[in-house]
């Protein structure tokens, strides 16, 4: 078998994955809606060599232990099968995020590494088995297989937009650079110990078809409210868990107030909110500039990572080791 790299961009959920409806499948709970996210990358390196006694994986330069290692030896593994192989690999992955923002993220992490070794175990995946094998890597890592916005409903994600349809903008703030203590891996399983999780699996019909209207009509403000109030009650959900979580921190909330505060002021930005305490703001782009320089006024925020909708999961002829 041969060594391969890959490359692809975390998602931002305008519609949230929270709660799954099989835990070893990583099948969801309800849809979900996302965009890749052009600025930010994961680029993967996998060979597979005979004669290498285990897999060895190196994330930004660090030896991958415990959970991380256990997760991508646990999708090699699947490849292999795939492959009817038994070689080990040599994996290393690099993530081009700026440092210590707290954006590492699964879903270009996954994607990238099923691109990569399904085309080092010398597999031709099309997009739907990649993405389908993606999802058992890590859930939303199966939305940055396809490019621009796509939506997941079941066993795999599809393109609902290609990049060019719509320049929207996505600013982070970030308000921690700190890893959250509670990954959203470990957080679905709480998910059904809210009371309001019921609840908001009903509402978020609703919400997914104003922002699949919004998106197709390429309308901010039709799709804006959704995607505020899934986050919210995605937090709603998280913050009545049992544990209970609790990622907002008080710049988080001063973000959020902001946020409304410039809508009424007529500056149109709507947040969606991740698993973590930064906060995402969306804007068109001729707004992106204002928004950017308001978002780094407010006390707290470090920093603000701009992006535009990215591309799909992609090899590259060149490798990191
Ligand atoms: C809050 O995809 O990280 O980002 O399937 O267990 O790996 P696993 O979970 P993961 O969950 C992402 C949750 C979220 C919302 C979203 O991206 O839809």
Known sequence: MGKATAVANPNIAFV????????????????????????????????FRSGQACDVVTIDGHPATGQALHRVVAH???????????????????????AATGLASSSSAFAALTLAATQAA????????????????SGSACRSVPAGFAL??????????????????????IVTGQAKAVSSHDGHALAPTSP????????????????EDGLARRDLAAMGPA????????????????PSLLYWLPATVAVLQAVRAWRDGGLEAYFPVDAGPNVHCLCRAAAAGEVENRLKAIPGVQQVVASGPGNGVRPVNWHLF
């Open 227 to 242: 995607v505020e109030a899934d986050a919210l009650a995605m937090h709603a959900v998280m913050m009545t868990s049992h």
């Open 122 to 137: 010398g597999l031709s995946l099309d997009e739907v088995r990649l993405s389908r094998l993606a999802r058992l890597g």
């Open 76 to 98: 090699l593994d699947r490849v292999r099968a795939l492959a009817g192989s038994n070689e080990q690999a040599w994996v290393a992955s690099r993530n081009d995020f700026p």
């Open 196 to 211: 309001l999780y019921a609840a908001r699996l009903a509402a978020v019909v609703g919400w997914l078809a104003a922002v």
């Open 152 to 173: 997941w409903e079941m066993e795999e994600a599809h393109q609902v937009a290609p990049p060019e349809h719509w320049d929207l903008r996505d600013l982070v703030a």
């Open 16 to 47: 949230k994955y929270w709660g799954k409806a099989d835990e070893a499948l990583n099948l969801p709970a309800n849809p979900s809606l996302s965009m890749n996210l052009a600025a930010l990358t994961t680029v993967t390196t996998v060979e």
